[in-house]
């Protein structure tokens, strides 16, 4: 008899968390910069230019930013570790008392608890008060490189599309043929997320072309005040 093993989401937060992030910030606002241009100048040339920059220097921020700010929590980690292990070898009964009362916490019996943190002790002191009292494991546990690829790869892949409309969609409906296309794709990266993350497919849809449509609203609006002044 086979048993079937349990499909569980949460291993991928770590790099879904990246890559959604990236792609909805390399949509919306390569969009709203386009958006905002368009309704400012309507010129090709100005929209792709825009296009091209906000798409090229956004995903090098969000991938340097990602980095900086995983590689941040990687640190603390790290310092964690060495406190923890430090106290294990100065103090190891201190350090499995604590660790038994992690289970008494959880319900788990006193005896059954010390117990338990004995074995897993002598298994790998470390990785148990890592995991039990630090909260780090393999799921969770930082990767800076990998968010950072994500992110610029996501967000170049969202910007993508208000970039090509740039260069493909009429002049005169700039505005409109960005907006519809963005709202799409918004859908599909909602839904993808969703699916993805095992969470409600409508909720995600509806709440990311809320913001989506209140981010290229008000960029759209700054624009146009923008154009009529300098008009």
């Known amino acids: 008899m086979h048993h079937q093993v349990e499909k569980h989401y949460v291993n991928r937060v770590g790099w879904l968390r990246a890559a959604v992030l990236g792609a909805n910030d390399g949509l919306l606002s390569t969009t709203s910069i386009v958006i905002g241009v368009a309704a400012a100048s309507p010129d090709r040339n100005t929209i792709i230019l825009a296009a091209l920059a906000g798409m090229i220097a956004g995903a090098m921020s969000m991938a340097a930013g990602e980095y900086v700010s995983v590689s941040s929590q990687e640190d603390t980690?790290?310092?964690?570790?060495?406190?923890?292990?430090?106290?294990?070898?100065?103090?190891?009964?201190?350090?499995?008392?604590?660790?038994?009362?992690?289970?008494?916490?959880?319900?788990?019996?006193?005896?059954?608890?010390?117990?338990?943190?004995?074995?897993?002790?002598?298994?790998?002191?470390?990785?148990?008060?890592?995991?039990?009292?630090?909260?780090?494991?393999?799921?969770?546990?930082?990767?800076?490189?990998?968010?950072?690829?994500?992110s610029f790869a996501s967000f170049g892949l969202g910007a993508l599309l208000p970039f090509a409309v740039s260069l493909l969609a009429p002049i005169k409906q700039m505005v409109y043929f960005q907006y519809g296309f963005s709202i799409m794709f918004l859908m599909i990266l909602g839904a993808i997320s969703a699916r993805t993350g095992g969470s409600k497919m409508g909720?995600?849809?509806?709440?990311?072309?809320?913001?989506?449509?209140?981010?290229?609203?008000?960029?759209?609006l700054i624009g146009h005040l923008f154009g009529v002044s300098v008009a």
């Open 77 to 150: 980690e790290k310092a964690d570790l060495l406190r923890e292990k430090s106290e294990l070898k100065e103090m190891p009964e201190v350090e499995l008392k604590e660790l038994a009362k992690i289970y008494e916490k959880r319900g788990v019996s006193k005896e059954t608890a010390l117990q338990v943190a004995t074995e897993l002790t002598n298994h790998d002191a470390l990785a148990a008060h890592a995991h039990d009292e630090l909260g780090i494991n393999e799921i969770t546990q930082a990767k800076p490189l990998q968010a950072a690829m994500a």
């Open 203 to 220: 909720i995600a849809i509806l709440r990311i072309c809320f913001w989506g449509t209140v981010a290229m609203g008000v960029t759209a």
